[in-house]
């Protein structure tokens, strides 16, 4: 009898776990690539966009550049605020933005990380 109970509490907890697994695992997969672009938004020997822009909830941070706000609203383009990271020359040839994507700085993986962070701010 106690065999059987263990049998059918170990059997409801897998079932439990897996259902959990089932409804979690989507807006964890979402949630990495936000919290990795912050990262390495944030990450001085990456993106160290806090050298030059002012970002909610950053430290020691620069003023030359526009702050990074309302970024949906400002670039509805996605595609846009992509190039403008990969590559800001393309927008201003002038600019002192490091081209990030075309000098080899972040992936194109790691641009689209910080472009889904921004589109959180
Ligand atoms: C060395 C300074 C510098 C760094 C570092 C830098 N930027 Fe910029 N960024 C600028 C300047 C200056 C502009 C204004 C446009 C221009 O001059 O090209 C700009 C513009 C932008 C814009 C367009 C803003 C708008 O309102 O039009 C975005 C988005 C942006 N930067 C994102 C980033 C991200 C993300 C990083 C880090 C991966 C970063 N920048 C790092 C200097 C910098």
């Not at 672009?37 to 030059?52: P, Q, Y």
């Not at 927008?91 to 990030?100: A, G, L, Q, S, V």
Request: glycine share 8%.
């Amino acid at each position: 009898m106690r065999l059987l109970q263990n049998k059918v509490i170990k059997k409801v907890t897998l079932f439990i776990g897996l259902l959990a697994s089932a409804v979690v695992a989507p807006c964890w997969a979402e949630s990495t690539g936000v919290e990795k672009g912050k990262a390495l938004t944030f990450d001085r020997k990456k993106g160290n966009c806090l050298s030059c822009h002012v970002i909610a909830g950053g430290t020691l941070m620069g003023t030359t550049a526009p702050p990074l706000i309302q970024m949906q609203a400002r670039f509805p383009d996605k595609e846009k605020l992509y190039d403008q990271i990969w590559d800001a020359r393309k927008r201003n040839p002038n600019t002192i933005m490091p081209p990030f994507g075309s000098h080899g700085m972040l992936s194109n993986e790691e641009v689209d990380a910080v472009v889904e962070y921004l589109y959180t701010l």
